[in-house]
């Protein structure tokens, strides 16, 4: 997801927001200008997800949705 974090009070925020939603194992920061948040789990809703980043961070956008194979 593409976020819009501003400063580093955004970024812990936005790991904060995404580790305590539900069926997320990993949370992290990514991107050139760390301004993605990659999360991996297992039943993420990544629109109930994105819905409480724009409301706590500010814009926040899906930009990919996939399968992780675990072999």
Not at 4 to 26: D, P, Q, Y
Not at 30 to 58: F, H, Q, S, T, Y
Request: proline share 0%; with cysteine; net charge negative.
């Amino acid at each position: 997801m593409s976020v819009s974090m501003r400063c580093e009070k955004c970024r812990s925020e936005a790991l904060k927001i995404g580790a305590k939603t539900t069926g997320v194992t990993f949370v992290g920061i990514e991107g050139e200008e760390k301004d993605k948040v990659m999360v991996i789990g297992e039943g993420v809703d990544a629109a109930c997800l994105v819905v409480r980043l724009r409301k706590k961070v500010g814009f926040a956008d899906i930009i990919s949705v996939t399968d992780v194979d675990d072999t």
